[in-house]
C-alpha cells in the first residue's frame, strides 16, 4: 500500500472526515503537525445555570461597602484594611480583580471564622464575583 494512502487511512481516522483527510494527504504536509485528533462535541452542550449574586456592579460595590462597614463595627478592622487594600486595587483589568481575590481569600482563610454569618456569606459572595470577573469560564 502506497503512503500517502497509508497516511489518508490515518488522518481519516484521527480526523473522522474522508475530505480532510484529503487535503492533508494531498497537502504534502507531515501528520506529525498533525499528531493530536481534533474532538468536536456534538453532544448537547451543558447547560450551566447562571448564578450572581449581584445585579450590577453598583449592588457589587454597594455589598462591598456595607461588608466593610459591617467589619469595622463589629471590631474586625485588621480584615476590614485588608479587604479595603484589596478593594483599592481594581482598576477595571483582570490582574486589579486578581489582587482583590487574594485579600479576599486572605481575610477568609485568616479571620473568616470570627465573623458571623451573614458576614461570611457576604463575603464569599464578593469572593464569588471576583473569581468570575478574574476566571470567565
Not at 497537502?27 to 452542550?45: C, D, E, I, M
Not at 458571623?116 to 476566571?135: G, N, P, S, W
Request: some cysteine; hydrophobic content about 45%; proline content about 3%.
Amino acid at each position: 500500500m502506497c503512503l500517502s494512502l497509508l497516511i489518508a487511512r490515518y488522518n481519516k481516522h484521527i480526523f473522522g472526515s474522508p475530505f480532510v483527510a484529503g487535503l492533508l494527504a494531498g497537502s504534502g504536509l507531515s501528520t506529525a503537525v498533525w499528531s493530536y485528533p481534533l474532538h468536536f462535541n456534538t453532544s448537547q452542550r451543558r447547560r450551566r445555570t447562571k448564578v450572581t449574586a449581584f445585579q450590577s456592579n453598583d449592588d457589587f460595590l454597594q455589598a462591598v461597602a456595607a461588608l466593610l462597614a459591617r467589619l469595622a463595627d463589629a471590631g474586625h478592622t485588621i480584615p476590614a484594611d485588608e479587604l479595603r487594600a484589596g478593594f483599592g486595587c481594581l482598576n477595571g483589568l483582570s490582574d486589579g480583580w486578581a489582587l482583590f481575590l487574594e485579600s479576599i481569600e486572605r481575610v477568609q482563610s485568616t479571620y473568616a471564622k470570627r465573623f458571623t454569618q451573614d458576614e461570611q456569606r457576604a463575603l464569599e459572595q464578593i469572593r464569588m464575583a471576583a473569581h468570575k470577573a478574574v476566571y470567565p469560564r
